[in-house]
């Protein structure tokens, strides 16, 4: 299975066993991780979709495998952890594209930073630059940092929305974009994962 735990402070030895406890739980289930997640993902639309379209069974099964794999990921991740050291922000992902959910944080800025001038991209919605800020912060885990990906990710909404609109001026938000990018960075730098 093609899983991705991101658990801020955790070794990549309690993210193994995460992952592992993960797809033992899909294993048992009996969904494997893809079938397990749009489950999930169909739940979490549900109370938003059509009121007579109701979960199947089996929708709702699967969600409960994702929702069991996420519990069995984080309790052997985190196994012996002080309570005051338990994330609150771990995710499961399935695993769609190494090359940016395993970016390292340097790799990630360089991304982030290229995404910025890449004309190719201008008008993508894709959430890699999402993925990418949550990969410059992976190791930290604070109110300031969920501020400063959220920072990235609506300045490259604003640059990318601004494509659309010609006469709208596009340096102010590309040096915005920017301008979150070294905040982003900078915090990264100065902070310490424990």
């Known amino acids: 299975m093609n899983l991705l735990l991101t658990v801020p402070g955790a070794t990549s030895e309690e993210i193994s066993r995460g992952i592992a406890a993960a797809e033992a739980a899909l294993e048992n289930a009996g969904f494997t991780a893809e079938e397990a997640a749009d489950g999930f ?11 007579d379209d109701d979960l199947t069974g089996d929708e709702g ?18 196994a012996g952890w ?7 922000n771990m995710s499961l992902d399935l695993l769609i594209d190494p090359e940016t959910q395993l970016a390292d944080r340097a790799t990630a800025l360089r991304m982030l930073r290229d995404y910025v001038d890449d004309d190719a991209r201008k008008e993508v919605f894709d959430g890699n630059d999402a993925i990418l800020a949550w990969r410059v912060a992976a190791d ?9 990906v959220s920072d990235v990710t609506v300045a490259f ?18 040096l915005a974009v920017l301008a979150a990018i070294d905040a982003i960075e900078a915090a990264t730098e100065k902070q310490t994962s424990h």
């Open 41 to 51: 993902f169909a739940m979490e639309g549900w109370d938003s979709a059509d009121p």
């Open 61 to 78: 099964d699967a969600a409960q495998a994702w929702s069991d794999a996420y519990t069995a990921a984080r309790n052997a991740c985190c």
């Open 82 to 88: 002080p309570e005051a050291r338990m994330p609150t």
């Open 140 to 148: 930290f885990e604070s109110i300031k940092m969920r501020d400063l």
């Open 157 to 174: 909404t604003r640059l990318k929305h601004a494509h659309f609109h010609p006469e709208e001026p596009i340096e102010p938000k590309r």
